[in-house]
């Protein structure tokens, strides 16, 4: 052992006796020369390339440091033996990663490459505007010469894009509302966030399941539809109008479309917007990939411009098909106006060159009534698909059963499911109404289902009653409006009616003569 560690001084002092002598005999430009020869000759013969990713460029934060952290992420987490563990602000999913001077193989399309996560101590510091992290960190990425041009560029971006799935994925959705009057927070942003925590999927919303899928299916298709929307020459977006009944799921509908995408919602507070431009100002600051709602249109200002004598000097109100109101984009001549938006700015928000400032965009518009809303913002391309949530039907009760009672098909009694299928569409009750009687006897699954049955029942008979007189009302109704009509085309009966009054009424004058 003496032996060994004797051999050992002695190589170690011939080393540095040889570079002492190095630096005797040969001036420092000469050996950088020497250096940088050997190193040259060494690269001839070396078949890899190596690039660095450092996780602080210059004083900026590197994205694709952060990118291929979270990529490398996916793959670790099966096969790694030592492995870092972080957890993102607002994330309720921990992600695993490489420790440090861990290396990892990767293979893309087919060919293997090899990247090291090396961690320094930094040796100083140097001037910064921001406080730097004490150690230096950063990934290598090795790959053989000869496969650099096939894939490195599509690497890079298959990194970049799956690393936005995974965080997409981690982070839990946004939901986004704009309502403080217009007031920008302190980065200058006008819309205020929250985490996006609501449970409804598609799997839970109660509706007919082909109209279930169908949405999905357009939904996916848009999703997966960029280079779709490039080959035509359209923007990326989507609009959808849900109407019906208050308590159809509408609200639920939007929040099971998040959910599915994988999309932050913006949620619009219209009558918190001032004029056309602060709502273009709040179209700029979104983001792609998310759903922007405005619920209850009807209610939220009034659309409904094509009735006579709503225009007036008003911004509000006034119809598509006045030119004032068409003019310029952006609404042109509502801004002046003062503190209104126009139709004509909201056509402008979903359809015009603003809205395609970001991409991959659904626009979403809730009502109850889509009979008041102008035909300008319903034609295709601006809301490219109209669902209709109605009343409960048979299906979404099935639905609705397995939800909140757990009860499937095959569970229950063929004459119930018989009497529920014969009473559900006249009983004209919402997923809401029907959800709440659930609710009340969870706890008794058998008494909830008689209890829904005899409701469905008694209001099916309230409304076949009610009908009848409403039926009967309306025949009154439409007789009286014929005789109008009657009375209006005709002249001569017209005539004849105003000729008696005249008659009457001389009669009458004569009477008190
Ligand atoms: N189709 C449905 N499937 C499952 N649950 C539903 C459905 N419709 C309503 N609900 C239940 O009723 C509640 C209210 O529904 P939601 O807010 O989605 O209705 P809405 O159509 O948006 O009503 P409004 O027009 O008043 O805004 C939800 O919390 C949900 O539990
Ligand atoms: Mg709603």
Redesign the pocket.
């Known amino acids: 052992m003496k032996e060994y560690w004797g051999s050992l001084a002695s190589i170690l002092g011939v080393l540095a006796f040889c570079q002492s002598l190095l630096h005797v005999l040969f001036p420092p430009e000469l050996r950088f020369a020497t250096l940088k020869l050997f190193n040259r000759i060494f690269n001839v013969f070396n078949s890899y390339c190596y690039f660095d990713i450092t996780e602080i460029d210059g004083v900026n934060t590197n994205e694709l440091y952060n990118a291929v952290q979270l990529y490398l992420s996916s793959s670790v987490s099966i096969s790694g033996s030592r492995l870092s563990l972080t957890r993102a602000l607002n994330s309720s999913v921990i992600t695993f990663g490489l420790t440090n001077n861990d290396t990892l193989f990767d293979t893309f399309n087919g060919v293997t490459v090899l990247w090291e996560h090396i961690v320094t101590q930094r040796q100083a510091q140097t001037f910064s505007w921001r406080p730097m992290p004490d150690e230096k960190r950063g990934f290598t990425l090795r790959i053989k010469k000869k496969d650099k041009s096939l894939i490195l560029d599509s690497y890079l971006d298959y990194i970049m894009e799956k690393a936005n799935d995974i965080r997409r994925k981690n982070e839990d959705r946004l939901l986004y509302t704009n309502s403080r009057g217009g007031s920008l927070d302190s980065r200058g942003h006008p819309w205020e966030s929250v985490p996006f925590k609501h449970p409804s999927t598609f799997e839970?919303?109660?509706?007919d399941p082909a109209k279930k899928a169908e949405i999905m299916e357009d939904l996916k298709d848009f999703a997966n539809g960029q280079s779709f929307y490039q080959k035509t020459g359209r923007a990326w977006k989507r609009g959808y109008l849900l109407y019906?009944p208050?308590?159809?799921?509408?609200?639920?509908m939007i929040a099971a479309m998040a959910n599915y995408l994988g999309y932050d919602i913006y949620d619009l507070e219209l009558t918190e917007v001032h004029n056309n431009s602060e709502l273009r100002k709040l179209l700029m600051k979104t983001s792609s990939k998310s759903i922007i709602v405005i619920?209850?249109i009807d209610c939220s200002i009034n659309l409904s411009n094509r009735k006579k004598g709503t225009a007036n000097n008003s911004s509000i109100g006034r119809s598509y098909c006045d030119p004032e109101m068409r003019s310029g984009p952006g609404g042109g001549t509502g801004d002046e106006g003062g503190n209104s938006i126009t139709l004509s700015g909201l056509l402008n928000f979903t359809d015009g060159l603003w809205s395609c400032c970001g991409s991959e965009r659904i626009f979403v518009f809730?009502t109850?009534h889509a009979d008041k809303l102008d035909p300008a913002l319903l034609r295709s391309g601006r809301m490219d698909m109209h669902v209709f949530?109605s009343y409960c039907s048979f299906p979404?009760l099935k639905i609705?059963l397995k939800n909140y009672l757990g009860h499937e098909e095959s569970e229950l009694d063929e004459g119930v499911l018989k009497e529920l299928e014969e009473v559900i569409a006249m009983a004209e009750m919402?997923?809401?109404d029907i959800?709440e009687l659930l609710i009340k006897n969870r706890r008794n699954k058998d008494k909830a289902v008689i209890e829904l049955l005899e409701a469905l029942k008694e209001r099916a008979e309230r409304k076949s009653k009610g009908g009848e007189s409403v039926r009967e009302k309306n025949l009154n109704d439409v007789e009286e409006e014929e005789q109008e009509k009657r009375a209006l085309e005709s002249p001569k009966e017209g005539r004849a009616f105003d000729d008696s009054c005249e008659k009457d009424e001389e009669d009458e004058e004569k009477k008190i003569e």
């Open positions: 839970t919303l109660a509706m019906g208050p308590g159809t799921g509408k609200s639920s619920e209850d809730t109850n949530m979404a609705l919402t997923p809401a959800s």
